[in-house]
Nanobody, 115 residues
């Protein structure tokens, strides 16, 4: 099992910023991949940003230039810095890890971008 605990969601105005955190008791360096997905109401879950085991990063086109994924291996934590937030970024954000081919998910944290 890979427990994943997210934090940092909330309500923010358009143009604002939030930082999400995902912490695990496992050693994230050993994961095949780790990152963030989101699911908006009535839509499918989609990749937002992720690290691969080799250290490269993938971003959804819709967040490039606004969101940044980073990690602290010593704290077994991955972060998602979200800037210039838009109403269409409103969603439940889920932390994801791939370990020995299996996907593991956090419970999600809600991000609401609204006036």
């Amino acid at each position: 099992q890979v427990p994943l605990v997210e934090s940092g969601g909330g309500l923010v105005q358009p143009g604002g910023s939030l930082r999400l955190s995902c912490t695990t008791s496992r050693t994230i360096f050993n994961f095949n991949a780790m990152g963030w997905y989101r699911q908006a109401p009535g839509k499918e879950r989609e990749l937002v940003a992720a690290f691969t085991r080799g250290g490269s990063t993938n971003y959804a086109d819709s967040v490039k230039g606004r969101f940044t994924i980073s990690r602290d291996n010593a704290k077994n934590t991955v972060y998602l810095q979200m800037n210039s937030l838009k109403p269409e970024d409103t969603a439940v954000y889920y932390c994801n890890a791939i370990y020995y081919g299996a996907h593991y998910w956090g419970e999600g944290t809600l991000v609401t971008v609204s006036l």
